[in-house]
């Protein structure tokens, strides 16, 4: 609402961008920027592949010691992360969903000789935190808290990244550290199109595979939608 308030009143030029879908006519803006998978169309839209976030290269190297500075279980060059989303209104985090996806990480990392690192989000439960700490017990780390040091350390130390299939956004930030990332995915509790069209996406991309029981290397461009948005947006602007 300030957006077309100002556009509409100001005696400046004012140039507006709605982030995500705005559910009102796109003419309202100069510029709607959505993930490709939203289907969304107009002249005025930029879309791009996943979601755009704040999360940084430079970020990512600054922390990279951090995961080492407060526990002296990991080993360089031996770690997975399991970085924890949250129930939503398509994917319950059920205790049979989660010690499904726990049991499947656990394996890979006693088959591969992993050091195990389980960072929580905003949106995971305190019960599901509690959990973790019990199955996967002293020999591995498992962060209490929201600590976004270790999430960006986990990016850059990682061998394997293993993300819940509840967050497009957790799995683009992901995406910029170039690591392998394994999707742990829940059984859809109602339809999860856009998910599917999302990960359908990244795997075309060779992003993601689904979590198994099998460890591989793979490589692809690091996906760094924000900064190529950016530069498009700075362009317009100008012109």
Sequence with gaps: IPSLFLKKNSKKKVFNIHIQNPKIKLDNFDLVVVPEHDNLDGHNVL?????????????????KEYLFSISNKLKKNEVIS?????????????DRNIQEI???????????????VVIPSMR??????EHAKIYFGNDNLVLNNIDKKAYLSAFSISKYIVVTC???????????????????????????????????????LNIIR??????????????????????????????
Excluded: C
């Design 47 to 63: 879309k791009t592949k996943g979601a755009i976030h704040y999360i940084t290269s430079k970020e990512i190297e600054n922390n």
């Design 124 to 129: 995971t439960p305190k019960g599901t935190i």
């Design 166 to 204: 509840d967050s497009s956004s957790m799995i683009s930030e992901a995406a910029l550290s170039g690591k392998p990332i394994y999707v742990a995915n829940i059984p859809a509790k109602k339809n999860d199109r856009r998910f599917r069209k999302f990960k359908k996406l990244f795997k075309e």
């Design 210 to 239: 689904n979590l198994g029981d099998n460890l591989e290397n793979w490589s692809y461009d690091r996906l760094n939608e924000t900064d190529r948005i950016s530069k498009i947006i700075k362009n317009k602007i100008k012109t």
């Design 102 to 116: 726990f049991s499947k990480v656990n394996y890979l990392v006693k088959e591969n000789n992993l050091n195990l």
């Design 82 to 94: 399991l970085i924890l989303g949250g129930p939503n209104q398509y994917y319950d985090y059920s």
